[in-house]
């Protein structure tokens, strides 16, 4: 009787270890355990907390966000974030929603900019900026994304976006595609997306910002490419800088038509 | 201090589902800071959910329970439109109780 367990253990350990998946019945265990985590979304909270903050007057202007232009015209946040990164007149750049948020954050309430890019995630103003964003997006739940790359700035971005994924750098060498350019690459326990492909490129654009279970925090899209960076052991980018922007540009655009649900959880 | 309490509340076929995401700390008592002094204990003891005022649900929790419970429950009963409250008490006497409507 123990034998044939342990036999069978062994079986799937080789099976896994052949096709450099895991076996089926365990990636299945996996899908369940992520369609459970979303019915008990933190996120949920910072989603509650940005709501608040967007109508609350704060900054030395002691104003609300609610005249912030995310695209589709002062105030107007439902859907906005499904056609983000976008290019906008007032600034002259393709902003993504971060870089968009501290723009009005300056402009509407005189809150600087410099604070935030000078500070940390998860803490002071950025910390506020993400219940912002976490709010801002789940506006988008269900919408289609669609990000304009026929905009001559947008399209600039996007191929932008695309050499800095191929790029290599630090004392390992690696580039974001050194992880996400192939079909079933896992790192340990965790499936990493082919983000060179619509279908891994919508899954992820798709589920971020998200609450991480594994460290009981959520995390905005600047906070993953940050960290991104950091695992690579490479510089870490400018809060809110062009190259994040791009990276964001790159993945959106390749996953236009997909559909956004987000805020969403993770392991 | 502590944020709004996101509830969820369906009825179907004679049964209302209850879904309660909670913002707490849930703080066991046995971390320490960065400096090594302990971070005091800041838990939920108990949690009652009333519908329409009569009390369905009573729950004493711990420190054992992680951050931002999420608590999902049933009953017998209850319709569109019908009032569900959630209140909880903490170990330091602090409270919090918001209701919805049933969908």
Same mark, same amino acid.
């Given at each position: ?45 910072? =989603?509650?907390?940005?709501? +608040? ?44 929603? +971060?870089?968009?948020?501290? %723009? ?10 410099? +604070? ?8 002071? =103003? ?32 996007? =191929? ?98 997909? %559909? ?8 | ?15 209302? *589902? ?24 800041? $838990? ?15 729950? *004493? ?8 419970? $999420? ?33």
């Amino acid at each position: 009787m123990k034998k044939g367990i342990a036999t069978a253990a062994l079986t799937a350990a080789i099976a896994g270890g052949v096709t450099g998946a895991l076996a089926d019945d365990t990636a299945a265990a996996l899908e369940q355990y992520r369609q459970m985590i979303q019915d008990s979304n933190p996120a949920e909270l910072n =989603e509650m907390a940005g709501e +608040e903050l967007w109508v609350t007057p704060r900054g030395p202007k002691n104003a609300t966000l609610e005249q912030c232009d995310l695209g589709l015209g002062p105030g107007v946040v439902e859907g906005a974030y499904a056609q983000m990164p976008r290019y906008f007149e007032d600034t002259g750049r393709v902003q993504d929603l +971060e870089s968009r948020l501290m %723009t009005c954050m300056e402009t509407l309430q005189g809150i600087p900019s410099e +604070e935030i890019i000078n500070g940390k995630f998860r803490q002071g =103003e950025r910390g506020k900026v993400a219940d912002l964003v976490a709010y801002v997006v789940g506006q988008s739940r269900g919408a289609k994304i669609q990000v304009d790359l026929d905009h001559p700035k947008v399209k600039e971005m996007f =191929e932008l976006g695309k050499q800095a994924f191929w790029y290599r750098s630090g004392p390992m060498d690696f580039a974001c595609a050194t992880c996400h350019a192939t079909d079933g690459e896992r790192i340990r326990m965790q499936d990493l997306p082919n983000l060179t492909k619509h279908e891994g490129a919508a899954a992820a654009w798709g589920s971020w910002p998200a609450y991480r279970v594994s460290n009981s925090q959520f995390w905005t899209m600047q906070h993953r490419l940050n960290d991104c960076y950091r695992q690579q052991r490479t510089a870490e980018p400018i809060y809110g800088s062009d190259i994040t922007i791009a990276l964001s540009v790159y993945m959106a655009g390749m996953a236009n038509g997909g %559909t956004m649900n987000a805020p969403a959880a993770k392991r | 201090m502590a944020g709004p309490m996101r509830i969820r509340a369906a009825a179907a076929d004679g049964i209302t *589902e209850v879904r309660v995401l909670m913002s707490h700390p849930m703080e066991t008592g046995q971390r320490k800071d960065g400096s090594g002094n302990v971070i005091p204990a800041h $838990y939920i003891t108990e949690l009652v959910a009333k519908h329409n005022d009569k009390e369905v649900l009573k729950v *004493e929790m711990g420190p054992s329970v992680s951050t931002n419970p $999420y608590l999902s429950f049933k009953f017998k009963g209850g319709a569109s439109g019908d009032t569900i409250e959630v209140s909880w008490k903490d170990n330091k006497g602090e409270s919090r109780t918001d209701s919805v409507q049933i969908r």
